[in-house]
């Protein structure tokens, strides 16, 4: 009885990610802010978790001031298509970040530090957002913000952990990665240098979220996001 009780868990549990992966949305993956000295490879990653196509046409990418709420940079993604699987980088300087597609205008600095946040509008309607280092009042989703990007370490991200996998709480699907603009995301260990960013074929990509989603999902549920005490 324990037995097939516990098959058919992991039958559910498998069924409710790749169902999870299979839902059209297209979503703030990852995204590199600041590095070791000059920031000069940021780049925001989108990415296509569902199982059909999405065009980008009327969607902005804007980059939110966290003082005033307000952003301080729009892109616009009029004109491309993101496939199921599929990524969409953009950054500030595309000589230094691999995969980019979309040039957001300035070399360096384009991303601001600090507590700000991402948001991806589809016209008026809010898709995607996450805030980083703190709350963003109407961007962070969930009680709060991914902890800071790393300026010390070479090649480290904020990556959704699992990749692509959205429960609407910053804190809890973000984590630092090793950066991979353009290509699933990878858990940082510390060492980044042998990372590939050659993207998955979509077929893959869905097969394995679904099975990278059955073996964590006690981790990923076990996290603790330890809150500041109230002043």
């Known amino acids: 009885m324990g037995k097939k009780f516990l098959r058919l868990l992991l039958v559910v549990l498998l069924s409710w990610c790749l169902s ?51 952003p301080y940079r729009s892109v616009d993604l009029s004109g491309y298509v993101l496939a199921p699987g599929d990524y969409l980088v953009a950054c500030g300087n595309m000589a230094a970040v691999a995969n980019c597609a979309v040039d957001m205008g300035a070399n360096t600095n384009r991303i601001q530090n600090d507590t700000e946040a991402i948001a991806l509008f589809d016209g008026s309607s ?49 984590a630092w990665g090793c950066a991979t603009p353009g290509a699933m995301n990878v858990e940082s260990n510390g060492d980044c240098a042998a990372v590939s960013t050659v993207p998955l074929p979509a077929a893959m990509w869905l097969l394995g979220t679904g099975l990278a989603c059955l073996a964590g999902f006690m981790r990923h549920r076990g996290r603790v996001i330890i809150s500041p005490a109230p002043v």
């Not at 299979?22 to 070791?36: G, H, K, L, R, T």
């Not at 296509?48 to 902005?60: E, I, P, R, T, W």
């Open 20 to 70: 999870a992966a299979a839902s059209a949305a297209v979503v703030i993956n990852e995204f590199d802010y600041d590095q070791p000295g000059t920031d000069d490879a940021e780049f925001v990653e989108l990415f296509n978790n569902g199982g059909v196509a999405v065009s980008l046409d009327g969607f902005m990418l804007n980059l939110i001031n966290g003082a005033t709420g307000s």
């Open 126 to 174: 809010l898709v995607d957002s996450v805030s980083y280092e703190g709350v963003v009042d109407g961007y962070t989703e969930g009680l709060a913000g991914t902890l800071a990007d790393s300026s010390s370490v070479e090649g480290v991200s904020i990556s959704r952990l699992l990749n692509g996998l959205d429960t609407n709480d910053n804190a809890l699907d973000f």
